[in-house]
């Protein structure tokens, strides 16, 4: 058996490679690629290019492990990002075809815990509307990269974001809407969504190594690192970012090879080896234009690339006379691009273990040309110079923005008054940490240090657990501090994402540990102007202050006898001791003035 299965093995590797010593329209692409990527120091990368139903060439290039030398193979495993989105779409698509779903009925039909920021939202969102991307919501992809939490706790989060537009006035991109979708599909179909596109589409392309968590990943033993390029020439590793939570919308991992099989089926209306895998009628649907994405129009340098739309997970344009469908995808440490030529029958793959790379599309437009037989273009060229020009624009902004750049004033206040958790309910908290004369923030996946830039105004660098923190390619994120009417520091404000508003998080102290049998000392009733006010320990170590006539207030304590209380910014209780430390009054302060309650 195990001899069989070697000389099978031995067949199809002289098998392919003689396909691709042979095919003309391969003559010298190796040296190709090898100089894409030297030129753009990547680690390593794998293509394959399916022609109807066959894989017509496939080859890794570089290393999937630079520090072990272990090279690239068209089964290597990598992170193929929102490539992922197309196989979540495709579970709504089988829902359709076995009338479980109507993609323009409202999702809150069949999912009424999903709510959205407002009640027309709730109305008028339907499935098609999630499936192409023209809910009204911008990306908001701080909320899940910088705060990640369980996928239930997302999809809770979805409620607080704002839209930027209404609904399907306009093409927004957004991963939410995705995640939401496999969550649809789990609830429909009864099953987890790993579980569901396992059985219904990796078990039915033979798709037996791809695996949805890095984790897995990890384990296998033909699975690339993921790498980016520092200061333009040096190669560093990047760890596996874990987006389990946010799955449907990007967390599959694959290789060229299973990917070719994905394709193959597209191309060939739904079918892989003789056997339906999607239905021909959501494959129509998926590979239209269900929303306009962008202008799309042709230039002088490229007049036959024209028109851009979005189906269900699939981006549609014209590439020089052919209809051509694709998806990119992009997470830490990795690029990729499927793409597909319908009417042509042809498809790519690309995949790299290089973050943020443009790689993977120009290799896929250099070997398009060649499938395509029409005139090649140097991408490879095109690009270099496209990107130097950016780099150097961007070192102009940078040098223009320093000159321009005054210091106004001092910080408003000492870096420990700074210090605090800061909340938005559409994101999560952030943990604001004096240490000396400098700020760090620290969230579960990334550390930061604030530079002060001006009042209390300071801005982001990342610090890098092997290189410290790295100031020399500037700051593209600012923070500004709030204060209220107290001249306390309320919270903060950030543009987390171009184009939006300021996103703002509430501050509230950070509690100091007080034991159970201190705070029996403060209980107590405190007259106040006529009234009586209680306080009281609940949840067996909470401080709590009853005032009649208002709501019962959480209190969290801040040190030498202050609490604050938890909702309202700018109102505290500070308890008064006598000489033998015998709680005697309570000062209320409040940005209306301080006002004492003596303990009955």
């Given at each position: 058996m195990r001899k069989s299965s070697a000389i099978t093995a031995l067949l199809l590797f002289f098998t392919v490679s003689f396909a691709q010593k042979t095919d003309k329209r391969?003559?010298?692409?190796?040296?190709?690629?090898?100089?894409?990527?030297?030129?753009?120091?990547?680690?390593?990368?794998?293509?394959?290019?399916?022609?109807?139903?066959?894989?017509?060439?496939?080859?890794?290039?570089?290393?999937?492990?630079?520090?072990?030398?272990?090279?690239?193979?068209?089964?290597?495993l990598f992170a193929i990002g929102s490539c992922t989105k197309a196989f979540t779409a495709s579970l709504i698509g089988l829902l359709e075809k076995d009338d479980k779903i109507e993609y323009d009925k409202p999702v809150r039909n069949y999912f009424p815990e999903l709510k959205f920021y407002n009640d027309a939202m709730d109305n008028l969102i339907t499935i098609r509307d999630m499936m192409c991307h023209r809910t009204g919501l911008p990306r908001h992809d701080f909320s899940w990269y910088m705060f990640p939490t369980t996928r239930d706790s997302l999809i809770y989060r979805i409620r607080f974001l704002e839209p930027t537009a209404s609904v399907r006035e306009k093409w927004q991109y957004n991963n939410?809407?995705?995640?939401?979708?496999?969550?649809?599909?789990?609830?429909?179909?009864?099953?987890?969504?790993?579980?569901?596109?396992?059985?219904?589409?990796?078990?039915?392309?033979?798709?037996?190594?791809?695996?949805?968590?890095v984790e897995d990943m990890a384990k296998n033993n033909d699975a690339a690192t993921g790498y980016y390029v520092k200061k333009d020439s040096i190669i560093e590793k990047m760890d596996y970012y874990n987006i389990d939570a946010m799955g449907p919308a990007g967390s599959i991992n694959s290789s060229v090879n299973e990917m070719a099989n994905w394709v193959i089926a597209w191309i060939n209306g739904g079918k892989y080896k003789g056997r339906e895998v999607l239905p021909p009628q959501y494959i129509a649907e998926a590979i239209s234009s269900q929303m306009v994405s962008a202008g799309g129009l042709p230039d002088k340098e490229n007049p036959d690339i024209h028109f851009s739309t979005y189906g269900f997970g699939w981006s549609m344009t014209s590439y020089r006379g052919h209809?051509?469908?694709?998806?990119?995808?992009?997470?830490?440490?990795?690029?990729?691009?499927?793409?597909?030529?319908?009417?042509?029958?042809i498809g790519i793959v690309v995949l790299t273990n290089q973050n943020g790379s443009a790689l993977p599309g120009i290799v896929k437009n250099?070997?398009?040309?060649?499938?395509l037989n029409i005139?090649?273009?140097?991408?490879?060229?095109?690009?270099?110079?496209?990107?130097?020009?950016?780099?150097?624009?961007?070192?102009?902004?940078?040098?223009?923005?320093?000159?321009?750049?005054?210091?106004?004033?001092?910080?408003?206040?000492?870096?420990?008054?700074?210090?605090?958790?800061?909340?938005?309910?559409?994101?999560?908290?952030?943990?604001?940490?004096?240490?000396?004369?400098?700020?760090?923030?620290?969230?579960?996946?990334?550390?930061?240090?604030?530079?002060?830039?001006?009042?209390?105004?300071?801005?982001?660098?990342?610090?890098?657990?092997?290189?410290?923190?790295?100031?020399?390619?500037?700051?593209?994120?600012?923070?500004?501090?709030?204060?209220?009417?107290?001249?306390?520091?309320?919270?903060?404000?950030?543009?987390?994402?171009?184009?939006?508003?300021?996103?703002?998080?509430?501050?509230?102290?950070?509690?100091?540990?007080?034991?159970?049998?201190?705070?029996?000392?403060?209980?107590?009733?405190?007259?106040?102007?006529?009234?009586?006010?209680?306080?009281?320990?609940?949840?067996?170590?909470?401080?709590?202050?009853?005032?009649?006539?208002?709501?019962?207030?959480?209190?969290?304590?801040?040190?030498?006898?202050?609490?604050?209380?938890?909702?309202?910014?700018?109102?505290?209780?500070?308890?008064?001791?006598?000489?033998?430390?015998?709680?005697?009054?309570?000062?209320?302060?409040?940005?209306?003035?301080t006002f004492k309650a003596t303990k009955k």
């Open positions: 391969f003559a010298g692409l190796d040296t190709t690629l090898n100089r894409i990527l030297k030129d753009w120091k990547a680690a390593g990368f794998a293509v394959a290019v399916i022609e109807k139903d066959k894989i017509v060439y496939s080859k890794g290039v570089g290393f999937r492990n630079i520090e072990k030398k272990l090279p690239v193979t068209t089964n290597t939410f809407m995705f995640t939401a979708q496999g969550v649809v599909a789990e609830k429909l179909f009864g099953k987890k969504w790993e579980q569901l596109i396992k059985e219904k589409i990796f078990d039915s392309l033979d798709m037996k190594r791809s695996v949805f968590s209809y051509r469908v694709q998806h990119g995808g992009n997470i830490d440490g990795f690029s990729a691009m499927t793409c597909f030529f319908p009417s042509d029958s250099i070997i398009a040309d060649r499938m005139s090649r273009k140097d991408w490879n060229g095109i690009q270099l110079k496209a990107d130097a020009e950016a780099k150097k624009e961007a070192k102009e902004t940078e040098k223009n923005k320093t000159a321009s750049e005054k210091k106004y004033g001092p910080q408003t206040h000492t870096t420990k008054d700074y210090e605090g958790l800061y909340s938005n309910p559409g994101y999560g908290t952030i943990d604001i940490t004096a240490k000396g004369d400098s700020l760090f923030i620290y969230t579960k996946n990334a550390n930061y240090w604030l530079k002060h830039s001006t009042y209390d105004i300071f801005n982001l660098y990342g610090i890098d657990k092997k290189n410290g923190i790295d100031t020399t390619e500037g700051s593209g994120t600012a923070i500004q501090f709030v204060m209220n009417k107290m001249g306390e520091i309320q919270a903060l404000e950030t543009e987390l994402q171009f184009g939006l508003k300021p996103f703002r998080f509430e501050r509230s102290p950070k509690p100091v540990a007080v034991e159970g049998l201190n705070l029996k000392k403060y209980e107590g009733e405190y007259e106040l102007g006529g009234m009586v006010a209680k306080v009281y320990i609940k949840n067996e170590n909470v401080l709590y202050v009853f005032v009649p006539g208002q709501p019962e207030y959480e209190t969290v304590p801040v040190g030498n006898g202050e609490f604050r209380l938890k909702s309202l910014s700018g109102y505290s209780m500070k308890f008064l001791e006598d000489e033998k430390g015998k709680v005697i009054a309570a000062n209320f302060i409040q940005p209306n003035g």
